[in-house]
Structure formats: C-alpha cells, structure tokens
C-alpha cells in the first residue's frame, strides 16, 4: 500500500515512492530513474503535483521509471506555483492529496507542523543517492528538511540572495549599506529622486 500523506520534494521522489509501494530500498543516481529491488505486487498509481515548469527535473525521471516498472502509473501535474499552494491549502483540509508534490522551502514549516508530511528515512533506508541524508547536505541544509527529528524533503535546488547596490550613491549621500528591510527602506527613500533609484 502507498502513502497518502503527501508532499515531499524532489529529485528521488519516485524511487521512495517505490518503496513507499513495495517496501524496497532504492538508492538512486542522481541522473537515473530510481532502481529498486521490489515492486508492489498490485497495479498502483502515483499523482504528482510539480511546479517547476519546463525546468523540471522530475518530469523526465517519469518514462524511464515507469519502464522500470510497469505496474506503477505516474500521473503527472504540472501546477503554478501560486496555484500549487492554494491546491494544497484546499486537499490538506479534507480532499485527495497528492502522492507527491514539489513545495517551496517556506512552506515547509507550514505543512510539517500541520502533518502533511511522510518521514523519509525509513522509505529510503536512510540514505539519499547512496550516502546518508546527513553526509548528503550541509548541516543548515538538513536542518531546513528536518521536523521533529524526521527527514521530510529532499532539496533539488537552492536559492542565494544577495543585494546589490550603488557603493557611489551612497557615498554621495552619505549613507551605509542596509542590513535590514527597514534599513534598506530607508536608503531607498533618500536615494529616491523622481523615478529613479526607487522600484517598490
């Protein structure tokens, strides 16, 4: 029997599933369709709800897993990020979910607190693309991915943020570097000039 309690991000999501399905141990290369050793006995099928658009990295792991395994349907959604997280908000609160679903990594506290979440290190055996899920990530990394010392997703990408700014502007106007959002909202209010230097 598969899990019905969603919501897990990313790139090995079919091969937990699998196991979800047929109690294996996948270990999957990062650029492979999960391999598993056992498949669940009866027909079965996986809906998976991705926002990732045309730079998905799941939605080309479908074929080849399913030529793997022929008895698993994967059934594929592609869905907006806006409208993934209305989608979620709306089947979390009495509907059916999905398998598996791409989330943002802001979400997670939000779905993990309310239980949306599957643990899954005893799906995969505890190891993520043949090494263990705390020799995978960085420790900040797993900290994101960890609630209540279960691993509830598995991270594709990451985002760095950085600001970027005028050093010259500032100097003219003797003003320093922002280091907070109300700092930074100060400085743009005294560089503003007309239309220029202030986009809010």
């Known amino acids: 029997m598969y899990i019905k309690k969603v919501l897990f991000s990313l790139v090995i999501i079919l091969g937990l599933l699998l196991s979800a399905c047929g109690g294996a141990t996948p270990q999957p290369a990062a650029s492979q369709a999960p391999v598993a050793t056992e498949a669940p006995a009866q027909p079965v099928t996986i809906t998976v709800w991705d926002y990732y658009g045309e730079a998905t990295p799941v939605k080309p792991l479908i074929e080849p897993f399913q030529a793997a395994h022929p008895n698993i349907t994967v059934k594929y959604e592609a869905i907006d990020w806006d409208t993934m997280m209305v989608n979620l908000n709306v089947v979390l609160t009495g509907g059916e979910v999905p398998d598996v679903a791409t989330v943002d990594l802001t979400w997670v506290p939000k779905y993990a607190a309310e239980g949306a979440f599957t643990d899954l290190k ?31 997703s598995a991270l594709y990408d990451f985002d760095v943020y950085a600001l970027y700014y005028r050093a010259d502007l500032l100097e003219a106007k003797g003003l320093q570097v922002p280091t907070t959002w109300d700092e930074l909202m100060t400085v743009a209010e005294a560089l503003h000039e007309g239309e220029q230097y202030l986009r809010i």
């Open 122 to 152: 005893p799906l995969s055996g505890g190891m993520l693309n043949g090494v263990a899920w705390d020799q995978a990530y960085s420790a900040g990394a797993l900290k994101a991915i960890t609630y209540n010392d279960q691993i509830i």
